[in-house]
């Protein structure tokens, strides 16, 4: 584990945001949550969105509670592949809530990746990774989370096979949660999850309290093909503005996705507005979490543009 100095850490990165007009300087105090502003949504920033600087070891996941609030945000969305060894490590647990809790940050869901297959037709591997999952319920719970987020991958291409065997895990996994009040969310997050319709018609028929979506803004491509660079490429997507659409009602989270910004601050690929529209059209109210995945600007400079493109339609 790496040795920071926290206060040094907060300092010199709000030195750094407000030398770049982002913020102003760190004084040392720390703001209130965005959920004492008393609006309908507040933000909330994903993991996801630091991914290069973690995974090149730039960044350590232990500060990453840290990097949000010297950011100006006051709730994080975890990745499970960024802390996947320290799941049932209650030393290192208590850090992060230790860490959260003085920088007065709310840890709000788990990511979680990697854990087998939950739309798998085969009962024996759908086990598996139902059982694989426990471990992060039981994580979410001792970080005083509300949620974690699941994948519905399978290795069947038939809707019905796919659709039966979802519904048997998410149901296991809502019975396994309940008793610790954990919510088991499902992401459009490529392959048949990406169908709106479909996904929404698989958490309609597991109908658990505890059991919804986290609507996606940008993972919504059906099917992929791989260059002659060895490169994916989307072959097949759903519209995403008629996917959001039908899965907001069953929304317990929701990731604003951006990649680029034009010169007004509206991201190049998404219709924020429209997309914004059919947020605040639904029933939802809650977190909506930075997941900036661009390449142009920097992650830190990709997150603020889109705090305040959300701060702008909030």
């Given at each position: 584990m790496k040795t920071w100095n926290r206060r040094n850490f907060l300092q010199s990165a709000g030195w750094a945001a407000a030398s770049f007009g982002l913020l102003p300087a760190c004084t040392g105090k720390s703001a209130s949550r965005p959920e004492d502003t008393g609006k309908r949504f507040k933000i909330s920033l994903a993991q996801w969105s630091l991914h290069r600087a973690l995974q090149s070891g730039q960044l350590d996941h232990?500060?990453?509670?840290?990097?949000?609030?010297?950011?100006?945000?006051?709730?994080?969305?975890?990745?499970?592949?960024?802390?996947?060894?320290?799941?049932?490590?209650?030393?290192?647990?208590?850090?992060?809530?230790?860490?959260?809790?003085?920088?007065?940050?709310?840890?709000?869901?788990?990511?979680?990746?990697?854990?087998?297959?939950?739309?798998?037709?085969?009962?024996?591997?759908?086990?598996i990774a139902v059982a694989n999952h426990h471990k992060w319920?039981?994580?979410?719970?001792?970080?005083?989370?509300?949620?974690?987020?699941?994948?519905?991958?399978?290795?069947?291409t038939d809707r019905k096979a796919m659709q039966g065997a979802s519904v048997d895990s998410l149901s296991r996994l809502a019975e396994y949660a309940r008793p610790m009040d954990i919510n088991i969310l499902v992401e459009n997050h490529g392959g048949l999850s990406s169908d709106?319709?479909?996904?929404?018609?698989?958490?309609?028929?597991?109908?658990?309290?505890?059991?919804?979506t986290l609507p996606d803004f940008g993972n919504f491509c059906l099917s992929k093909?791989?260059?002659?660079?060895?490169?994916?490429?989307?072959?097949?997507?759903?519209?995403?503005?008629?996917?959001?659409?039908?899965?907001?009602?069953?929304?317990?989270?929701?990731?604003?996705?951006?990649?680029?910004?034009?010169?007004?601050?509206?991201?190049?690929?998404?219709?924020?507005?429209?997309?914004?529209?059919?947020?605040?059209?639904?029933?939802?109210?809650?977190?909506?979490?930075?997941?900036?995945?661009?390449t142009r600007l920097s992650e830190e400079h990709g997150i603020t543009a889109t705090r305040r493109l959300l701060e702008r339609l909030i």
């Open positions: 232990l500060l990453f509670a840290d990097k949000a609030a010297s950011l100006g945000i006051y709730a994080v969305e975890y990745v499970n592949s960024f802390f996947k060894d320290k799941a049932t490590d209650k030393e290192y647990l208590e850090e992060m809530n230790t860490r959260a809790k003085d920088l007065n940050v709310r840890q709000l869901l788990i990511m979680v990746d990697g854990e087998g297959g939950l739309a798998e037709p085969d009962a024996q591997q759908r086990s319920i039981d994580t979410a719970k001792a970080l005083d989370c509300h949620s974690i987020r699941v994948n519905l991958y399978g290795s069947s709106g319709a479909w996904l929404a018609g698989v958490i309609k028929e597991v109908s658990r309290l505890n059991c919804g093909k791989t260059n002659d660079l060895g490169e994916d490429y989307c072959v097949e997507e759903y519209d995403r503005y008629k996917g959001v659409k039908e899965l907001m009602p069953y929304a317990k989270a929701v990731s604003a996705k951006t990649y680029d910004f034009d010169p007004m601050g509206n991201d190049t690929l998404i219709d924020f507005s429209r997309m914004m529209g059919i947020v605040k059209a639904s029933t939802y109210s809650g977190f909506i979490g930075i997941e900036y995945e661009g």
